[in-house]
């Protein structure tokens, strides 16, 4: 999955007043999105952790997301049909399948991505939130864990 943001009008301002004293280092990533560079591009710009800055910056009000694409698809040979039986899942069910799996996998650490999970309000923000939850357990679990999360969580594995 791949996500971009783009400043606020709460971004813009703080752009060009200063008014909140925003941190140097978030000031610093603020600056760089321009609602073009993908989070993936933008990881490669903003010092690590930019996961954790990008999120700063999404749930003080400076960004918000804009687009939501996958990166990588694969279209299956033949036709392939869901399971008669799948469940399909609320997005209020998707959100504490995804708080609950990363509780149990990364305890403590999952904390900052729970919350981001929680807060997310649209169906675009949750997609965001569940995407970079899977990237956060791809980078502390590996890609084993990541697949197992999407699956679990109802997303199309990213394939990386």
């Not at 610093?28 to 490669?44: M, N, T, V, W």
């Not at 904390?111 to 929680?118: A, P």
């Not at 970079?132 to 980078?139: D, F, K, M, T």
Request: glycine content about 6%; proline content about 6%.
């Amino acid at each position: 999955m791949s996500t971009i943001y783009r400043k606020t009008e709460q971004g813009r301002t703080e752009i060009a007043t200063r008014a909140q004293r925003l941190a140097p280092r978030l000031r610093q990533a603020l600056i760089l999105i321009d609602g073009k560079c993908s989070d993936d591009e933008l990881r490669k710009l903003i010092p690590a952790p930019a996961d954790d800055i990008l999120h700063a910056l999404l749930e003080q009000g400076y960004i918000e997301v804009i687009s939501v694409t996958a990166v990588h698809v694969v279209l299956p040979a033949k036709e392939v049909r869901p399971p008669v039986n799948a469940v399909v899942l609320t997005p209020g069910e998707t959100r504490q399948r995804a708080v609950r799996w990363m509780s149990s996998h990364l305890g403590p650490y999952a904390d900052s991505m729970n919350l981001r999970v929680e807060k997310a309000k649209t169906p675009e923000a949750l997609q965001a939130a569940l995407a970079l939850a899977g990237n956060v357990v791809r980078q502390q679990l590996g890609e084993a864990k990541a697949q197992e999360f999407e699956q679990h969580v109802g997303l199309a594995p990213t394939g990386h």
